[in-house]
C-alpha cells in the first residue's frame, strides 16, 4: 500500500512498541509475573495491535474506497480486500 508512505514513520513506531509490549509478555512468563499481571499484558498488547488495525483499515477506506476518482471496480476491488481482512481478523 503506497499510500502508506505518509505515515510509515508514524505506523513503524507503533509496532516497535507493540513489540516491546510481546517482549514484556515473554519476560512476564519467563520471570515471577502473576497471571493477572501477565493478563494484562496481554490485554495492552491486544488492544495496541487493535488500534495499529484501526489505522491501516482508515487509511485503506480513504484511499482505495472512498477517494474521489475512484473506478467503480477499483472501489470494488478494494472494498472486497477489506471484507477479507476483516473477516480474518475477527475470527
Known amino acids: 500500500m503506497a499510500h502508506l508512505g505518509k505515515s510509515s514513520a508514524q505506523l513503524i513506531a507503533r509496532v516497535r512498541r ?7 509478555v515473554e519476560r512476564s512468563l519467563e520471570g515471577e509475573a502473576t497471571c493477572s499481571e501477565i493478563l494484562q ?5 491486544r488492544g495496541a495491535v487493535n488500534g ?8 485503506h477506506l480513504d484511499e482505495h474506497v472512498a477517494a474521489p476518482g475512484l473506478s467503480e471496480d477499483a472501489r470494488a476491488q478494494a472494498a472486497e480486500e477489506l471484507k477479507a481482512v476483516i473477516r480474518r481478523y475477527t475470527k
Open 52 to 59: 495499529l488495525m484501526d489505522e491501516i483499515i482508515i487509511e
Open 18 to 24: 507493540i513489540g516491546g509490549q510481546v517482549n514484556a
Open 41 to 45: 499484558l496481554v490485554a495492552a498488547v
